[in-house]
Nanobody, 125 residues
């Protein structure tokens, strides 16, 4: 069983920054693919960023490339999402997810088998 707990969300003005954290339980965290997804009101959940088990490969949604950075610290069982140059369109609930079955980073939510409770990010214009 894997438990994921997100933190770091909040209200920020456009152009500002936030850093989301996701603390994971489990002794084999270093073997998991980790991802961040988001869901805005009235929209489907979408992939934001993902990182492979070793931290050597990352993937991003086109709309966040160059502004958001995913990283992981296996010593702390934590994955991060550094969010810079935030826009009102980034407003959503952000979810951390773990894929314990694959080695390649997937952009598909159905490949992830554990999810956090979500943290709200609101960007004002």
């Amino acid at each position: 069983q894997v438990q994921l707990v997100e933190s770091g969300g909040g209200l920020v003005q456009a152009g500002g920054s936030l850093r989301l954290s996701c603390a994971a339980s489990g002794r084999t965290f270093s073997t998991y693919v980790m991802g961040w997804f988001r869901q805005a009101p009235g929209k489907e959940r979408e992939f934001v960023a993902g990182i492979n088990w070793s931290g050597t490969s990352t993937k991003y949604h086109a709309s966040v490339k160059g502004r958001l950075t995913i990283s992981r610290d296996s010593a702390k069982n934590t994955v991060y999402l550094q969010m810079n140059s935030l826009k009102p369109d980034d407003t959503a609930i952000y979810y951390c997810a773990a894929d314990t079955s694959h080695y390649m980073t997937s952009t598909e939510a159905r490949e992830y088998d554990y999810w956090g409770q979500g943290t709200q990010v609101t960007v004002s214009s």
